[in-house]
């Protein structure tokens, strides 16, 4: 098991910047990512980054969204640039971990991001 605790939410203008952080409660060689639901959507996942640090992006936030992670700390960020108005949700950390056959998928409190235009 592993618990995740997301940080750095907030209200920004249309076309400021946030850093959101996710810290692990322990090392994670998987697959980590950041969803997000919108008012009234279903959950979508923004980003995600493997242990080596291959990344992947929704086409929606591609050149304006940076994740990264720092293996050292257990902890993954999402930097936010230009952001918009329909970026506006609840962003959640998340990781997938296999034990014996089968998966979970764990999750964090999640933190609020508005953007106001």
């Known amino acids: 098991q592993v618990q995740l605790v997301e940080s750095g939410g907030g209200l920004v203008q249309a076309g400021g910047s946030l850093k959101l952080s996710c810290a692990a409660s322990?090392?994670?060689?998987?697959?980590m990512g950041w969803y997000r639901r919108a008012p009234g959507q279903q959950r979508e996942l923004v980003a995600a980054?493997?242990?080596?640090?291959?990344?992947n992006y929704a086409d929606s936030v591609k050149g304006r969204f940076t994740i990264s992670r720092d293996n050292t700390k257990n902890t993954i960020y999402l930097q936010m640039n230009s952001l918009k108005p329909e970026d506006t949700g609840v962003y959640y950390c998340?990781?997938?971990?296999?034990?014996?056959?089968?998966?979970?998928?764990?999750w964090g409190q999640g933190t609020q991001v508005t953007v106001s235009s």
């Open positions: 998340n990781t997938r971990l296999r034990a014996g056959y089968s998966e979970s998928d764990y």
């Open positions: 322990r090392r994670i060689f998987n697959a």
């Open positions: 980054i493997q242990f080596a640090g291959t990344t």
